[in-house]
Every structure is written in C-alpha cells, then in structure tokens.
C-alpha cells in the first residue's frame, strides 16, 4: 500500500497550531507556579507539630498520586459545575494541573527538606532563630536548591502531561490536532507536527528553568553546576 505523505494541509493551520502551543505553554506556567507554592506548602505542612495539618497533608499526597490525572481532570471539570461553579475548560484544566502537580513538589520539596544535616537546624536554634526564620532562612533555600532538578523534569512532565486536558475541550496543542486530522485526514503528519511542537516546547521549559537556576541559586552559578 503506497501512501502519499503530504504535510502541506496540516501546516496550513499554523496560526491555530501557534495559539495552541501558547495556550498550552500558558497552561503549564500557571501550574508550575501555583503548583509550586502548593507544593512548597503541602512540605511545610507535612512536618508540623500541628497533628491534623500533617494527616490532612498526607491524605491529599497520598490520594492525588494514587488516583489517573484524567480522572482528578474530570472530577475537577465536572464538580464544579455540579456545585453551581461555571468556569471555562482552560480554568478547570489549569485547577486539575495545580493540583495534580501541588502533590508531586511537595513530596519532592520534603525530600530536600529531610536532606538538611540536623547539626544545621540545632545551630540555627542555638542561634535564637525562630521557626519561620529556620524555614525561610535554613531549611527552604538549601532544601529547593538540592532538589531543583527533579521539580523541573517533574514540571516538564506536566507540561507534556497536560495534553490529557484536551478530554475537556482545553484548547491546547493536542485539543487542535485532533480537530486538524479530523479536517484534512492527514494523521500521521498533524500528530508529527504536533511531537514536534511539544519537543520545541519541553526545550524551551528548560532552558528557562536553568536561567531561573542561576539567578536563584548564585552557589550553583558559581560551581558551574548544570541542571
């Protein structure tokens, strides 16, 4: 069987192609960060003397990493309306993300917060330090810096991840292939374009990461250490 590849009818949608990758770049900025800071306090919360907090933490870790992101992206798409919340798929999308993502840093963030030597904390303590200054000045910065790698591959996984959004409509890069192929019948070139995309993508994340890196961690600039 011949098969006549052709990848001039797929290409001609480049301007939705382009605002897909955008909408799809914009989608994993708003999770990274806000999944960031959830993470951040998930790990905190996590090592609190306050009982409940730290059960109620590990419930939610626990639950989002043993439950299919598509399932938590229904339930979040779904649930709000069911409770009266009309909210866009980009919005849903964007919700399901952060949560999904909020519990994956913050086990990776506790992992880097247990990596700091206790004769570190003790001696912040004898120094009067109280608990947020021990947080904000000893634990968080050392602990972020160790585990920086795994956040930004677990970020750049979520980006590739969020092509799962298109189930409810979200109008990124997977959402407008599937509509593309479905107009031109050209496939195997649409979704070669859109691998394509998505790479360029995943480049591009991590090329700003490893900028962020070296204007938030001057040690890492000074060591030469790659991320």
Known sequence: MKYDFDISAPLAYWPDLLHAAGT???LSLAATVFGFLLGVFCAVAGKSRVAWLARLTTIYVETIRNTPLLVQIFIVYF???????????????TAA???????????I????????????????ECLGLT???????????????????????QYVLLMLASSITSQISAEELTAVANRIQ????????TYLIVAAAYLVLSLVMRLVFWCASYVAFPRRRRLGTTV
Not at 109 to 119: F, H, L, N
Not at 182 to 189: A, G, L, P, Y
Request: aromatic letters at 6%.
């Open 182 to 189: 479905s107009e031109t019948f050209r496939s195997v070139e």
């Open 79 to 93: 649930g709000l309306a069911t409770i009266g919340l009309k909210v866009d798929a980009f919005t849903a999308a």
């Open 131 to 153: 608990r947020r200054q021990l947080l904000t000045h000893v634990v968080l910065p050392p602990a972020i810096e160790r585990v920086y790698p795994a956040l930004t591959s």
């Open 97 to 107: 993300l952060v949560i999904n993502v909020g519990a994956y840093t913050s086990e």
């Open 24 to 26: 799809t770049l914009g």
């Open 109 to 124: 963030v506790r992992a880097g917060i247990e990596s700091i030597p206790k004769g570190q904390l003790e001696a912040a």
